[in-house]
């Protein structure tokens, strides 16, 4: 059998190149299309898809989410979780993040592909649960990433244990583009030899190495690859999905992917792409490899919101100062993968080391709370003495942190009974708060009728 191929073009193709903005439109007008290509799954949904509906483009992601369900009768639709944080950027309690589970499910989603920024997998075990008990299938991902203590060794452990947590398959998350070839066709081996589960790699072009990553990774038996469709793929990006159909037809790795009906949707997505380098949405900068990453294993994302924190500053000439920062901070925090929440709670530490010109003299709250324990276990040991520089004599939890939480939903549910129109909207206003809010009282003004007809 071949290789698999699940489409990120719908989720990470444009969270990487253009801050998430495709229109529920724009991503159902290929769907038709994609649902009968001969894809694995395709990635449709996730926290910034989420977050970037609400925020920016005035839509219910609920809705995307139904409407392509509606449409792909062939194919299964696959979101990113981030473990106990859900799509959000705190620990949940664990109502909430099961209640999560379940209405994704059954407003479409097949695979929840869930992950938990410091691989620590007590924060995954009240999803996994929960994807099981609605009928999901439940993939992990284990957040790559390169350090002392992130050996091939560790995560073929890490493999081992997901798969007793439940997994039905295990993803090989590189967000930050960072994984050798070498080391790639090591880890999947590593994997495949020590666990029965089908194993999916998930990477990013941003270091200009992935292509040659993915191959070796194919060679070594990986089951499942991540790309993109040729608009939305290269750069920051995942690698493109017609390249890879191409190259490997007629061997024993062919995806038979319908090379017509790629085509098809790619031709409406170069329309999306024209019109976002038109509007400045996307800058170009980011369509081409940057091997700047590789000397700092800084994901892509991290790089332009490291830029952006600087400029707003006035402090732009002191990128490289920040870019070396990152990996001591890292280490002082015992080595947390690059990832949501933590590549940003890093890159502002980094900052702030920098331009206050004292290490650690201005910390951010959720770094405190990272250093009382409040997001799990740090893969290696946190530096003691900066720990207590940052905390001073507070206690440091050892259980998982969201034991420490009280269940939320029924609250949230009675506390807005009168704007939230379902268990969806509760959800909405849980993970984003305000901004789920504001939308939703639009929504429900909008929807009263002005006028009246009365019929004779
Ligand atoms: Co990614």
Redesign the pocket.
């Known amino acids: 059998m071949g290789v698999k191929i699940t489409e990120t073009a719908l989720r990470?193709g444009h969270q990487?190149l253009f801050a998430t903005r495709m229109t529920t439109d724009e991503v159902l007008s290929v769907l038709p299309e994609l649902d009968k290509a001969g894809y694995h799954a395709i990635e449709v949904w996730g926290g910034a898809t989420f977050d970037a509906c609400l925020r920016f483009l005035n839509e219910d992601p609920w809705e995307r989410l139904r409407k392509a369900k509606a449409i792909c009768k062939n194919t299964k639709l696959q979101m990113l979780f981030r473990g106990q944080n859900i799509l959000g950027y705190r620990h949940y309690a664990d109502d909430v993040v099961e209640k999560f589970v379940e209405k994704s499910i059954k407003n479409g989603i097949d695979i929840i592909r869930v992950f938990d920024a410091l691989n620590d997998i007590r924060n995954l075990k009240t999803a996994v649960v929960a994807t099981k008990k609605y009928g999901g299938e439940c993939q992990i991902a284990l957040s790559y990433t390169t350090s002392p203590v992130h050996t091939v060794e560790y995560y073929v452990n890490l493999a081992k244990e997901v798969e007793a947590l439940g997994a039905d398959s295990i993803c090989i998350?590189d967000?930050a583009g960072v994984l050798l070839p070498t080391t790639a066709y090591e880890l999947v081996k590593g994997i495949k030899a020590n666990t029965k589960l089908p194993v999916e790699l998930?990477s990013?072009c941003t270091g200009g190495l992935i292509e040659m990553t993915y191959l070796k990774a194919i060679e070594a038996g990986v089951d499942i690859i991540d790309t993109a469709l040729s608009p939305l793929s290269g750069g920051t990006s995942q690698p493109c999905t017609e390249s890879f159909n191409y190259a490997l037809r007629g061997t024993e790795y062919d995806p038979k992917l319908d090379e017509n009906l790629l085509n098809q949707a790619a031709n409406k997505l170069a329309k999306v792409k024209a019109r976002a380098l038109e509007s400045g949405l996307l800058n170009p900068k980011v369509l081409s490899c940057n091997p700047e990453i590789l000397k700092y294993q800084v994901p892509g994302g991290m790089l332009s919101n490291l830029i952006s924190q600087l400029k707003q500053q006035g402090a732009s000439d002191r990128l490289e100062e920040v870019l070396k920062e990152v990996p001591n901070v890292r280490k002082d925090m015992g080595y947390p993968p690059l990832v949501t929440p933590l590549s940003q709670m890093v890159g502002t530490q980094a900052v702030l080391n920098v331009l206050s010109g004292e290490r650690y003299k201005m910390v951010p709250k959720e770094i405190t709370d990272y250093c009382l324990g409040k997001y799990g276990k740090a893969p290696a040991e946190i530096n003691e003495e900066i720990r207590r520089k940052i905390i001073g004599d507070q206690p440091v939890i050892t259980h998982r942190p969201a034991d420490d939480l009280a269940p939320e939903f029924a609250e949230l549910k009675k506390k807005y009974k009168g704007v939230a129109k379902s268990d969806e909207d509760v959800l909405s206003i849980a993970l984003f708060g305000d901004v789920a809010l504001k939308f939703i009282n639009q929504r429900n003004e909008d929807a009263i009728p002005t006028v009246l007809t009365v019929e004779a």
Do not use: N, V
């Open positions: 990470d990487s998350k967000m998930h990013h």
